[in-house]
């Protein structure tokens, strides 16, 4: 092998395990550190990942760290849902609402896993809950309403949709339900 070549080659080398080390270190740190919040962070990285099981696996870790972790609660519960797990995912729901019962989006977030399980009382309750918190929240006005359709109620999924639309008036899919709704209603 010639001298440069041997240089590109070792130099190659040196980067490729330099950053190999860097990348098992915070895998260990995230292994046998006792801080929730490098499990919560690497949690996150497979959620983006869709590596949701891993993910789950490490907000657990979490958990049991630091069982007052909002984030992880939240987290959790909604990557339970991306596995079609709703009892558990509306379990981590309700204890991340237990530790900030102010959160607009675990309400909505909620909602929409009771929803998934025909559970529309509850769903309402936590759509409502959320616009309490935050009377704009379009998401919230837009799923009671397709909550409301689902029970025949249609005046007042008419109104929940217009309301969505005043809050973002370019939705497509709030357009579309109220339009669809309004034909259902004739």
Same mark, same amino acid.
């Given at each position: 092998?010639?001298?440069?070549?041997?240089?590109?080659?070792?130099?190659?080398?040196?980067?490729?395990?330099?950053?190999?080390?860097?990348?098992?270190?915070?895998?260990?740190?995230?292994?046998?550190?006792?801080?929730?919040?490098?499990?919560?962070?690497?949690?996150?990285?497979?959620?983006?990942?869709?590596?949701?099981?891993? @993910? /789950?696996?490490?907000? $657990?870790? !979490? &958990?049991?760290? #630091? %069982?007052? +972790?909002?984030?992880? =609660?939240?987290? *959790?519960?909604?990557?339970?849902?991306?596995?079609?797990?709703?009892?558990?995912?509306?379990?981590?729901?309700?204890?991340?609402?237990?530790?900030?019962?102010?959160?607009?989006?675990?309400?909505?977030?909620?909602?929409?896993?009771?929803?998934?399980?025909?559970?529309?009382?509850? @769903? /309402?309750?936590?759509? $409502?809950? !959320? &616009?309490?918190? #935050? %009377?704009? +929240?379009?998401?919230? =006005?837009?799923? *009671?309403?397709?909550?409301?359709?689902?029970?025949?109620?249609?005046?007042?999924?008419?109104?929940?949709?217009?309301?969505?639309?005043?809050?973002?008036?370019?939705d497509t899919k709030a357009s579309?339900?109220?339009?669809?709704?309004?034909?259902?209603?004739?």
């Open positions: 092998m010639s001298s440069k070549l041997f240089k590109k080659f070792s130099s190659c080398l040196i980067w490729f395990l330099a950053f190999s080390c860097i990348f098992m270190w915070s895998g260990l740190k995230a292994q046998t550190s006792k801080d929730a919040k490098a499990y919560y962070a690497r949690g996150v990285a497979y959620d983006k990942d869709g590596q949701y099981h891993l @993910a /789950i696996e490490d907000y $657990t870790k !979490a &958990l049991e760290i #630091n %069982p007052k +972790y909002f984030g992880a =609660y939240y987290n *959790r519960g909604v990557d339970y849902s991306k596995e079609g797990q709703y009892d558990l995912a509306i379990k981590d729901l309700t204890k991340a609402l237990e530790i900030n019962p102010k959160h607009a989006n675990a309400y909505n977030n909620r909602g929409v896993f009771y929803a998934a399980k025909g559970q529309y009382n509850l @769903a /309402i309750k936590d759509y $409502t809950k !959320a &616009l309490e918190i #935050n %009377p704009k +929240y379009f998401s919230a =006005y837009y799923n *009671r309403g397709l909550v409301y359709e689902k029970k025949g109620k249609y005046d007042l999924a008419i109104k929940d949709f217009t309301k969505a639309l005043e809050i973002n008036p370019k579309n339900s109220l339009d669809n709704i309004k034909k259902k209603k004739k």
